[in-house]
């Protein structure tokens, strides 16, 4: 599927896919130099995350090992509420380990934080954050982010693990849905 396929759906390319994977390249060169000689394991958020793990994880050259998480926001709206659920948690015990979680986007940056807190408490020896993209309303919750990708408007996105109602995460690039498509016109 490419950007003329999905013309009618998006309103615009936001990150081309060049960018993305220029980008992602360069979180890894960083991400190389700072892990060199220690034992890295990459989390991953499932889903949004997986296009973010796979391509960071062929660009890095320290040796990793990769697991993954599922959480989901409780609470009503399209806004996340903080409350988090563990869906899916990591076959890994990381007391020790050093980690890196993974994510596609940091909007409010509630999920983060909280999952953050929950790796923390299970002793390892240390966590960071690396987010491929990140909205203005995160810099409301404290979270330190060590690797970002690209600070992006406050609109919703698409592709390249995110979703509009599960659709859209194979495109390649990140773009903007087009109004008809969530129903406003
Ligand atoms: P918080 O607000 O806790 O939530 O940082 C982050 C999660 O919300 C989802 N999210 C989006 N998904 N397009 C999407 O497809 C977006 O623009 C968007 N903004 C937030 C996403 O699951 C992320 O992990
Ligand atoms: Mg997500």
Redesign the pocket.
Known sequence: MDAADMGKDLSKVLIPEEELQAKIKELASRIDEDYAGKDLLIVG?LK?AVMVMADLARALHVPVQMDWMAVS?YGAGT??SGVVRVLKDLDTDIAGRHVLVV??????????SWLVHNLKSRNPASVEICAALR?PD?VKVPIDVKYIGFDIPNE???GYG???AERYRNLPFIGTLAPHVYGAG
């Open positions: 958020v949004g926001s806004k996340s994510e596609d986007i940091i909007d409010s940056g509630l999920t983060l909205k995160a919703f996105v698409i995110l979703d509009y």
